[in-house]
C-alpha cells in the first residue's frame, strides 16, 4: 500500500509563509510526476504546482512567483515553499504522485488526504 501525507498547513496572516510537506510511504519502487492541487469553498480543484521526476516545474498562474515546489527524492517527500500569502489562497491542499509500486508494473495516481490553509486578511 502506499500513503501521502500533508503536514505544514495552518492559519496564517496575509504576506506570510507556509512550508507544507507531503511524505510518501510504503510498497514504493519510482515516484514520477508530483503535485500539489487546492480545492476552495465552491471552486473546483486547481493545479498549484507540479514537478516531474526530472526536476521540471509547472505552476498554476495564481500562485507563480510566490509559490515554489521541491521535492527529497531521498525522502520521497514533497514540499510547497508558499509565499506572500493572500486570503485566496485558503483552501485545502492535496498532494498528488504517480507511483509504480514495482518493477512490473505501470504507474498508479495517489492523493493525500489534504492539509487546510487558511489566510486571513
Known amino acids: 500500500q502506499v500513503q501521502l501525507v500533508e503536514s505544514g498547513g495552518g492559519l496564517v496572516q496575509a504576506g506570510g509563509s507556509l512550508r507544507l510537506s507531503c511524505a510518501v510511504s510504503?510498497?514504493?519502487?519510482?515516484?514520477?510526476?508530483m503535485g500539489w492541487y487546492r480545492r476552495s469553498s465552491g471552486k473546483e480543484r486547481e493545479l498549484v504546482a507540479i514537478?516531474?521526476?526530472?526536476?521540471?516545474?509547472k505552476y498554476g498562474d495564481s500562485v507563480k512567483g510566490r509559490f515554489t515546489i521541491s521535492r527529497d527524492y531521498a525522502k520521497n517527500t514533497l514540499y510547497l515553499q508558499m509565499n506572500s500569502l493572500k486570503p485566496e489562497d485558503t483552501a485545502v491542499y492535496y498532494c498528488n504522485a504517480d507511483i509504480r509500486m514495482s518493477w512490473d508494473t505501470g504507474q498508479n495516481n495517489y492523493w493525500g488526504q489534504g492539509t487546510q490553509v487558511t489566510v486571513s486578511s
Open positions: 514537478i516531474t521526476r526530472g526536476g521540471g516545474t
Open positions: 510504503g510498497s514504493i519502487f519510482s515516484i514520477g510526476t
